[in-house]
Nanobody, 124 residues
Framework: QVQLVESGGGSVQAGGSLRLSCRAS???????MAWFRQAPEKQREGVAC???????YIREVVQGRFTISRDTLRNTLDLQMNNLKPEDTGMYYC???????????????????WGQGTQVTVSA
């Protein structure tokens, strides 16, 4: 079982940037990892994913603005968010899975392990 701890959230104005980081208690190279977000009264949605061979996937809604990266030596997963928009506001979660680790999956049900989340607020 892996434990995940997110950090880096905060409040920024539209157009600003934030970098979220997720520290894992185990070897993240063994897991499919992803970042999700959840706005109030909305479903949790995946925004970025990295599979075990290092391939990364970014959802269209944040394509060109968000970048996901992992450091398998430090066991961290980062999400660089640029040109933030008010609609990016929400709680951001780091997630990990040992199932189907070579395949991208943006469904929340595909992940067994979750962090506690970090809040991102973007003002207009």
């Amino acid at each position: 079982q892996v434990q995940l701890v997110e950090s880096g959230g905060g409040s920024v104005q539209a157009g600003g940037s934030l970098r979220l980081s997720c520290r894992a208690s185990g070897n993240i190279g063994r897991y499919r990892m992803a970042w999700f977000r959840q706005a109030p009264e909305k479903q949790r949605e995946g925004v970025a994913c990295v599979v075990t061979d290092g391939r990364t996937y970014i959802r269209e809604v944040v394509q060109g603005r968000f970048t996901i990266s992992r450091d398998t030596l430090r066991n961290t997963l980062d999400l660089q968010m640029n040109n933030l928009k008010p609609e990016d506001t929400g709680m951001y979660y780091c997630a990990a899975s040992l199932r189907s680790i070579s395949w991208v999956d943006f469904g929340a049900e595909a992940y067994e392990y979750w962090g506690q989340g970090t809040q991102v607020t973007v003002s207009a």
